[in-house]
């Protein structure tokens, strides 16, 4: 008779494979049930990017809930329901409605305005620019008005339009090259932090207001101060448009 001989990688292998059994029949339920926990407790939130041409949107930043344009929103990956770090939203000018991507998409509806201001702008370009962002740690924007800003700004503020006033913030602060601007009768009704016209490049005022946890800030050119309470009154609708509660 032939002695058959086996070499000792092959029976070691073959031991090592039936001493795994048992441990895989184990660990066997064990994953089973943590792929079903991971599939039940998987966030709803689609994960899909909306279409242009989508209606409102809902999302979240700092914990408040918002309902945004899809068409508003400006760079894709935001154009996602659910909660985001910041939302990048911009609309035409008066009119507020969101840009449209194409003749084929269907019109939105302007915001309705008290004085009729829905119709075409002069200038078609025209856009307002609106950054919802977290506050975080930052201090609310009326409180950087009467405890932050007033240490950087000029000692004599100069008169604006309609009763604004115009204080410069000091050359070598963190706000150089810009001015605040506020309703002298009353700061907390209107303010803003306009820089200044260098060259061709005209000036951008930027207004920002807090929403619970949540800061919205609006940023348009600062020649619209001359009309800044009717401008206001639509920054005020445009807000409350995005907030479910308000809409």
């Known amino acids: 008779m032939t002695a058959r001989v086996i070499d000792r990688p092959t029976v070691r292998r073959a031991v090592e494979s039936f001493l795994m059994l048992p441990l895989v029949s184990l660990l066997a339920p064990a994953v089973a049930a943590g792929m079903f926990?991971?599939?039940?407790?998987?966030?709803?939130?689609?994960?899909?990017?909306?279409?242009?041409?989508?209606p409102e949107i809902p999302v979240t930043v700092g914990g408040v809930l918002f309902n945004v344009p899809s068409a508003a929103i400006r760079t894709a990956i935001q154009r996602q329901p659910g909660p985001h770090?910041?939302?990048?939203?911009?609309?035409?000018?008066?009119?507020?409605?969101?840009?449209?991507?194409d003749t084929g998409s269907p019109k939105q509806a302007p915001i309705e305005l008290e004085d009729?201001?829905?119709?075409?702008?002069?200038?078609?370009?025209?856009?307002?620019?609106?950054?919802?962002?977290?506050?975080?740690?930052?201090?609310?924007p009326k409180e950087r008005l009467q405890t932050v800003y007033p240490r950087y700004v000029e000692a004599q503020a100069t008169a604006g339009p309609d009763g604004l006033a115009i204080l410069p913030f000091r050359a070598g602060t963190p706000y150089d090259g810009e001015d605040l601007v506020y309703l002298a009768a009353n700061p907390d009704q209107f303010f803003a932090r306009c820089t200044r016209q260098l060259g061709i490049v005209p000036g951008t005022c930027m207004q920002e207001r807090a929403i619970d946890a949540a800061e919205v800030t609006i940023r348009f050119p600062r020649g619209w101060l001359?009309?800044?309470?009717?401008?206001a009154a639509r920054f005020d609708r445009l807000v409350a448009k995005l907030q479910p509660t308000n809409g």
């Open 226 to 231: 001359v009309d800044w309470r009717r401008n």
């Open 37 to 54: 926990v991971s599939y039940a407790l998987w966030p709803t939130w689609k994960s899909t990017r909306i279409p242009l041409n989508a």
């Open 85 to 101: 770090e910041r939302i990048d939203l911009v609309f035409l000018w008066p009119s507020l409605a969101p840009p449209q991507a």
């Open 116 to 140: 009729n201001a829905a119709t075409a702008p002069s200038d078609a370009s025209a856009r307002l620019f609106v950054t919802i962002d977290s506050l975080g740690s930052l201090m609310p």
